[in-house]
């Protein structure tokens, strides 16, 4: 894998917890001999699939607020406009002005208040987000970065395909999470799910967020 992975806490955290999805497809790859009528292995395969958008969905909320932190440290005009014109409610402004937070500490948990009610797994959700610490557009650049560093030139990902394939894995998500993975208007057959397609929305949650990561990081323009 040519993109290197950030040494950061929230991306170990992240890779932790993606290692827990991998080890439930293993677990159910490891009981497939002996499935029975009691057991219903794919329920393994799906409780990683929900794992692994968990995963990113969590590894976005505590990058944002990393940078922040260490955006919120720095000049104003050295910000991104959408952190520049961050409000905050009147009694954190006033806890800043008795000097019994700083203003970084103000903004990050104001921050963290708000996008504790909020799930990042819609790609516009997380582009707007990520507005708060980057002018850059980050679909458009990680799409670049998939093809170029992971498939070395042999894909053609652009914004709105890559988008779509991580729309593509939260509303799978979603409905195993909301709707049992029912099949539409039935209300006993699931759909089906097996080990090499959770691995492949595994590797591509992977994928995704290394080049998040990775555009995040670049200081280029």
């Not at 516009?124 to 650049?141: D, M, N, Q, S």
Request: proline share 5%; with cysteine; net charge neutral.
């Amino acid at each position: 894998m040519a993109v290197s992975r950030p040494q950061t806490r929230q991306f170990e955290a992240f890779m932790t917890n993606l290692s827990y999805a991998r080890r439930m497809v293993k677990a159910g790859r490891m009981l497939t001999p002996f499935r029975s009528p009691t057991i219903d292995i794919d329920d393994f395969y799906r409780a990683a699939w929900v794992q692994a958008v968990a995963a990113i969905d969590h590894w976005l909320h505590e990058e944002v607020l990393r940078r922040v932190a260490e955006l919120t440290l720095q000049d104003s005009p050295s910000m991104p406009p959408q952190l520049r014109r961050y409000e905050l409610p009147l009694h954190r402004v006033e806890a800043v002005r008795r000097g019994e937070v700083t203003l970084s500490e103000a903004v990050v948990e104001h921050l963290r208040e708000k996008l504790a009610v909020q799930a990042l797994q819609h790609p516009g959700k997380i582009a707007e987000v990520l507005k708060l610490v980057t002018e850059k557009k980050v679909w458009f650049e990680a799409a670049g970065c998939i093809n170029k560093e992971f498939f070395q030139g042999r894909t053609t990902f652009n914004e709105k395909t890559l988008r779509g394939r991580y729309l593509e894995i939260t509303q799978r998500r979603n409905k195993i999470a909301h709707d049992a993975d029912l099949i539409d208007g039935d209300l006993k057959q699931r759909r089906p799910i097996d080990e090499a397609e959770v691995t492949d929305a595994i590797d591509w949650i992977e994928r995704i967020a290394l080049a998040i990561a990775h555009v995040l990081d670049d200081e280029g323009p």
